[in-house]
């Protein structure tokens, strides 16, 4: 088997192909050179995996690219295909979040987008529909932008019931539909709404990213604006696993593509000093769940005073696992162990906003 990284920057897409069992790594890129490539996302559910680019570009504006030969030939449509109905009033910013739908919707992909919206595809992310129960609910007028912006980043599809999907935003915070999209409700229960009147509001909160293991479809983990949750009721309520992190700050929160309790994080200083704590480059690996956390350091550098973007980690689904992780100061870091060991994938890229992996 081969793995493939999709690394999404601030200047265009690169391609890492993994050689000698992930043990060295062929790059390839810019692809989109100088846009701006906020989400990446690879639909196994086809004979090829689809792969799935939010493009912006300073002049003509936000768009979505595919690719079904892994980067080498690329379909963008002639026309906007994801745009606000006129009646909005909003124009589409960029695209944070691409999700494809479970496997009984083979063509079903979810778009999360800026401003806090969720599009759906039914032809395989080639063209978008808003999801109007999401746009429509009567908190929206209240849901505010974080530092980053005011988006949708996270999408989670039930992975066998259609009719239930789970985002979360900045700022606003989990939200569930369990009726197809058409009604959504709050899910914010024991989170924290950091520097808020009301510490524990029903909505308003900014979450940075939420997980979900497919084989325990109602645990979910969550990372703050301050703050590392977990839920086992399907996100309705949210206790704190924060407990041995060095910081509750940060933005990724990845789970373990075999295992449901092992879960990966990069903590931050805090909100006004985003790098890692005493400049110390450390994926948090917890295996029973959030109960406890070891640091992972064997291979990466001292002196970091860098951070990671809530898209900018993730898992490919081998044996062992991989887990990877891209830096603000362009390097792309990869463990073939699990996170026992480090090796670069790839440096001297542009701020690393998206990554990526797909087993082929």
């Not at 081969?2 to 690169?14: C, E, S, Y």
């Not at 086809?46 to 504006?61: F, K, Q, V």
């Not at 690719?67 to 080498?72: H, I, R």
């Amino acid at each position: 088997m081969t793995v493939v990284l999709a690394i999404g920057t601030k200047k265009g897409l690169w391609l890492a192909t993994g050689t000698d069992g992930r043990a060295g790594w062929e790059v390839t890129g810019p692809h989109h050179p100088m846009n701006d490539v906020y989400a990446v996302g690879f639909d196994t559910r086809r004979a090829a995996p689809r792969l799935l680019a939010g493009i912006t570009s300073e002049h003509y504006g936000p768009s979505v690219a595919f690719s079904d030969d892994l980067g080498g030939t690329w379909q963008e449509p002639d026309h906007a295909p994801i745009a606000f109905p006129e009646d909005t009033g909003a124009a589409l910013a960029r695209v944070w979040q691409f999700a494809p739908g479970p496997v009984s919707t083979p063509d079903v992909v979810y778009a999360g987008v800026e401003p806090s919206a969720v599009f759906r595809s039914e032809d395989g992310g080639g063209t978008y529909e808003l999801v109007r129960g999401l746009w429509d609910h009567p908190h929206r007028e209240q849901w505010g932008p974080g530092f980053g912006g005011q988006a949708v980043h996270s999408i989670v599809p039930h992975p066998t019931d259609e009719a239930r999907v789970t985002v979360a935003m900045s700022t606003g915070g989990v939200y569930a539909t369990t009726d197809g999209g058409r009604t959504w409700r709050a899910r914010n229960v024991g989170i924290q709404a950091y520097r808020s009147p009301d510490p524990y509001p029903e909505f308003g909160q900014c979450v940075h990213k939420i997980a979900q293991h497919p084989d325990q479809p109602e645990r979910f983990f969550a990372q703050n604006h301050h703050g590392v949750y977990r839920s086992d009721d399907g996100a309705q309520t949210w206790q704190s696993i924060a407990d041995g992190l060095p910081a509750d700050f940060g933005f990724p929160m990845v789970v373990h593509p075999h295992r449901p309790d092992v879960i990966y994080n990069f903590p931050l200083t805090a909100d006004a000093m985003r790098f890692a704590p005493g400049g110390r480059c450390a994926v948090y690996r917890s295996e029973d769940a959030g109960k406890s956390w070891d640091a992972l350091t064997s291979g990466l550098p001292e002196g970091f005073w860098c951070g990671v973007l809530r898209d900018a980690m993730c898992v490919d689904t081998d044996h062992p696992a991989g887990v990877y992780f891209g830096t603000r100061s362009g390097t792309v870091y990869a463990s073939r162990d699990e996170g026992e060991n480090w090796r670069p994938v790839v440096e001297g890229l542009p701020d690393v906003l998206c990554v990526r992996a797909v087993v082929v």
